[in-house]
T-cell receptor
Framework: EAGVAQSPRYKIIEKRQSVAFWCNPI?????LYWYQQILGQGPKLLIQ????????DSQLPKDRFSAERLKGVDSTLKIQPAKLEDSAVYLC????????????FGSGTQLSVL | QKEVEQDPGPLSVPEGAIVSLNCTYS??????FMWYRQYSRKGPELLMY????GNKEDGRFTAQVDKSSKYISLFIRDSQPSDSATYLC??????????????FGRGTQLTVWP
């Protein structure tokens, strides 16, 4: 079974630039999550999708972050404009059902904002 | 006060030692408790899952939950160098779309030396 795919693996940008991350969840997983993991901290949920609808985006900084999941499969997370404090690993995860404790994580995209 | 507190370590033990990892939490609504393992430059993977109070054993791993003290533990017996990773505790208030949001600790970095 293929895992959660994410790209790019690494990204370095300057502050005020924009960046986008891509995620392809495990086939058949209806729920998709984006987490932000700052160095030395645990992952923090940014947004949760159920199929192509948003379930929880209460912790997403909507003035600069946006995410979409077209056709209920792939998802993209965008930051525009980026700030220094956005430097983190952005993890995508998927699960078979919403609220399922068994999340499958991708390897993440490590973002450095200079 | 953070929802979930976890000592970041680092923790360094010799091969064969018993390892004890723990987390405390403040939200009495948490009912589902998990331990994720995260290798360097990888996403977290679910290791143990416990509902409410009690113990759960899986091979060399034992998870304990004490809801009265708001304290959870993970024990690793006969630790191996391959157990070297960051261990993240996570918990949620329930299942379903928003109840199932996971709150992670910051992780404990463990090194098992041969």
């Amino acid at each position: 079974e293929a895992g959660v795919a994410q790209s790019p693996r690494y990204k370095i940008i300057e502050k005020r630039q924009s960046v986008a991350f891509w995620c392809n969840p495990i086939s058949g997983h209806a729920t998709l999550y984006w987490y932000q993991q700052i160095l030395g901290q645990g992952p923090k949920l940014l947004i949760q999708f159920q199929n192509n609808g948003v379930v929880d985006d209460s912790q997403l900084p909507k003035d600069r972050f946006s995410a979409e999941r077209l056709k209920g499969v792939d998802s993209t997370l965008k930051i525009q404009p980026a700030k220094l404090e956005d430097s983190a690993v952005y993890l995508c995860a998927s699960s078979l059902l919403p609220g399922n404790e068994k999340l499958f994580f991708g390897s993440g995209t490590q973002l450095s904002v200079l | 006060q953070k929802e979930v507190e976890q000592d970041p370590g680092p923790l360094s033990v010799p091969e064969g030692a018993i390892v004890s990892l723990n987390c405390t939490y403040s939200n009495s609504a948490f009912q589902y408790f998990m331990w994720y393992r995260q290798y360097s430059r990888k996403g977290p993977e679910l290791l143990m899952y416990t509902y409410s109070s009690g113990n759960k054993e899986d091979g060399r791993f034992t998870a304990q939950v004490d809801k009265s003290s708001k304290y959870i533990s993970l024990f690793i017996r006969d630790s191996q160098p391959s157990d070297s990773a960051t261990y993240l505790c996570a918990m949620s208030a329930g299942r379903g779309s928003t109840l199932g949001r996971l709150y992670f600790g910051r992780g404990t970095q463990l090194t098992v030396w041969p």
